[in-house]
């Protein structure tokens, strides 16, 4: 089964950045979208940034600016760098793989990583 592995979380006062990483153990990635996700409390879980094999990048509104998601092919990684970080930006985030063309999204959550923007 693959898993997906998310890391870099913590806590962060506004204004701050962290780098967050997703390792996949099989070769969920190749070929395919990735995306990181997030979900706050309370709240539903919302797509932030994605990545097709090719390199392009799409982000959600909020974000767009401030993350820059980032693939290495090679490693089956792919990251998102979060800079001027808000407390709106806490979160559990993740990241998951689906085909192009299709919001099949493949294997499962994993355990995320947590981010917390506060002073």
């Known amino acids: 089964q693959v898993q997906l592995v998310e890391s870099g979380g913590g806590l962060v006062q506004p204004g701050g950045s962290l780098r967050l990483s997703c390792a996949a153990s099989?070769?969920?990635?190749?070929?395919?979208?990735v995306g990181w996700y997030r979900q706050a409390p309370g709240k539903q879980r919302e797509l932030v940034a994605s990545?097709?094999?090719?390199?392009?990048?799409d982000y959600a509104d909020s974000v767009k600016g401030r993350f820059t998601i980032s693939r290495d092919n090679a490693k089956n990684t792919v990251s998102l760098q979060m800079n001027s970080l808000k407390p709106e930006d806490t979160a559990i985030y993740y990241c998951?793989?689906?085909?192009?063309?299709?919001?099949?999204?493949?294997?499962?959550w994993g355990q995320g990583t947590q981010v917390t923007v506060s002073s």
């Open positions: 099989g070769s969920i990635f190749s070929g395919n979208v």
């Open positions: 990545i097709t094999s090719g390199g392009n990048t």
């Open positions: 998951r793989a689906r085909p192009p063309g299709y919001n099949l999204l493949l294997g499962n």
